[in-house]
């Protein structure tokens, strides 16, 4: 039976990342296949190999279940699960034998087991009179920082700090390779205030058991003195009472103009929170007009995920995504977290009250962040013709949440109109831009008319209507926000042209095909 004992892994995903494989049920062969593992994602780094089977997911024996049913397994874990898998030659021959597979683990493992599995922790801590509250010392031959001296009722100590707390972070800056006089000289040059990521002794055993990399995405928020809020509201016979709104040199949606004795008020929505998710649905990287359509798509009901100034100061300093925080507190099912090869029907979509309309004729301005797997796009260009269009925009990546589409024709970057730069200007630009990229692009057919029309392709198209009330109007004249098209994939119009050979890492002649 030891020839035949599972590998347990314990995967963990940061919000809005997958674990980074594929649950396949091929025809042909037996059990649940792992496949399609991605390059440095969690699966890959934890051990999982290509067509390893799944025996159990969170302890629960699966080998025997419908495919469908493993996957809600999978599905309903939430941004933690652990699972016990055989290697393919193993599998096979095991299956061979007649063995048992489901007798294999002889401790069973308890359900949930990563979920409950011991986390790093946040700390924010602000200079008192007295300082931090707390020393640094490193061993000889150990490696790491950890907290000594930590003074009961200092600043250190208030923020949940604990002595023999080995330091991961320091402001959202993983410090583990650094030498120990360089971690105080960063510590000192912080300033006033500043945000730590920490483990224990217990965590840390645990993460290092797991060969897991530890980083803010897998920590507990519940130490941070100031936290984003979850606000349900249910819309009045005037609306939410409130308006949304992007602000000059700052980014997000933010939240104006409430109204005495609206939802809004009642529900403790503040002048200035920035919204940072509505419905479960983050936001950061749509614009104006699909924040508002989000918010429209509820009916008359609401989940508004805010942060005021404060807060928002907070999580930045630390480099903290606050939907950490909702990932922690919401008791809701997560949706599926890795790529399952299995078709879902799709759900019905709700009846709004929406006019069907003709397309609207305006590009669209996409911002973004750069992730672990970049913007999430290919950039292309055509042989000899001034312009770029966008292609193989990843689904669920940065380029896709900010509303970009296959096909799209890039007008601007960063600000900059590269209608009539060649490719490598405008990659350099896109590269120029460190982690984070907005771009003007606008659908083929969309461009044509405009162009058609001698309009110039400017970001004030899009602005002119960035400006929308959520809540009904008292003005005899109703406003509409236009509602964007939901994004889709389509093939341009007419026969293909001819492209630059691809340049990608496959290839080895010359290039105009990007990826970011």
Same mark, same amino acid.
């Given at each position: %039976? ?45 051990? %999982? ?92 031959? &150990? ?45 000192? %040059? ?109 009916? !008359? ?12 100061? *907070? ?13 922690? !507190?919401? !008791? ?71 509303? *970009? ?11 900059? !109109? ?18 984070? +990229?907005?771009?003007?692009?606008? &659908?083929?057919?969309? @461009? ?14 899009? +602005?002119?209507?960035? @400006? ?49």
């Amino acid at each position: %039976m030891d020839s035949y004992r599972p590998k347990v892994i314990c995967l963990t995903k940061r919000p809005g990342q997958t674990f980074g494989f594929n649950l396949r049920l091929e025809h042909g062969e037996e059990g649940h296949l792992v496949r399609g593992l991605e390059m440095g994602g969690p699966a890959e780094l934890a051990g %999982m190999k290509d067509g390893d089977r799944i025996l159990r997911v969170n302890g629960t024996f699966a080998d025997s279940l419908p495919h469908s049913e493993v996957v809600d397994l999978v599905r309903n874990s939430g941004t933690s699960v652990t699972f016990h898998l055989l290697g393919e030659a193993a599998y096979k021959q095991a299956k061979e034998k007649g063995v048992d597979l489901s007798d294999s683990q002889t401790t069973p493992v308890v359900n949930g087991e990563a979920k409950h599995s011991p986390k790093p922790k946040l700390c924010y801590l602000v200079k008192s009179s007295s300082g931090f509250g707390f020393s640094l010392c490193s061993v000889k031959g &150990k490696p790491g920082v950890f907290m000594t001296e930590v003074i009961p009722g200092g600043a250190a100590d208030r923020a949940g700090i604990k002595l023999q707390d080995r330091l991961v972070e320091v402001n959202g800056d993983n410090i583990e390779n650094r030498i120990h006089d360089e971690v105080v000289a960063k510590i000192k %040059m912080a300033g006033s205030s500043i945000m730590f990521l920490l483990v224990d002794e217990e965590a840390d055993r645990f993460y290092k058991s797991k060969h897991i990399k530890i980083g803010t995405w897998e920590a507990t928020t519940k130490h941070l003195p100031l936290q984003p809020r979850i606000v349900d509201m249910t819309k009045g016979s005037d609306g939410y009472g409130f308006v949304l709104r992007e602000e000059p040199n700052m980014t997000g949606h933010f939240v104006k103009n409430i109204e005495r004795g609206s939802p809004a008020e009642r529900e403790g929505i503040k002048e200035m929170d920035r919204v940072v998710a509505v419905n479960g649905k983050e936001v950061g990287n749509c614009n104006h007009e699909m924040v508002v359509d989000l918010i429209k798509k509820g009916g !008359n009901k609401c989940c508004l995920f805010v942060m005021d100034r404060e807060t928002d100061k *907070m999580y930045q300093l630390g480099n903290v995504s606050p939907m950490l925080y909702w990932e922690e !507190n919401n !008791n809701t099912n997560s949706p599926p977290s890795y790529n399952e090869a299995v078709m879902y029907p799709s759900l019905p979509q709700s009846s709004t009250s929406f006019e069907e309309k003709e397309e609207v004729l305006k590009p669209k301005l996409c911002r973004m962040e750069k992730t672990a797997q970049g913007y999430g796009f290919h950039l292309n260009g055509i042989q000899g013709v001034h312009g770029q269009f966008i292609r193989n925009v990843v689904k669920g990546g940065a380029a896709d949440r900010a509303g *970009m589409e296959n096909n799209d024709i890039v007008v601007e970057v960063n600000g900059v !109109n590269v209608e009539e730069c060649s490719h490598e200007e405008a990659v350099k630009l896109i590269r120029d831009s460190g982690d984070t +990229l907005e771009m003007l692009v606008a &659908k083929k057919s969309v @461009y044509d008319q405009l162009k058609a029309d001698g309009v110039a392709i400017t970001k004030m198209l899009v +602005l002119e209507t960035l @400006y929308a009330q959520v809540h009904k109007t008292n003005s005899p004249e109703t406003k509409k926000t236009e509602i964007p098209e939901e994004p889709r994939a389509e093939s341009p119009a007419g026969s293909e042209r001819q492209r630059s050979p691809s340049v990608s890492s496959n290839s080895s002649i010359g290039s105009v095909d990007e990826r970011f």
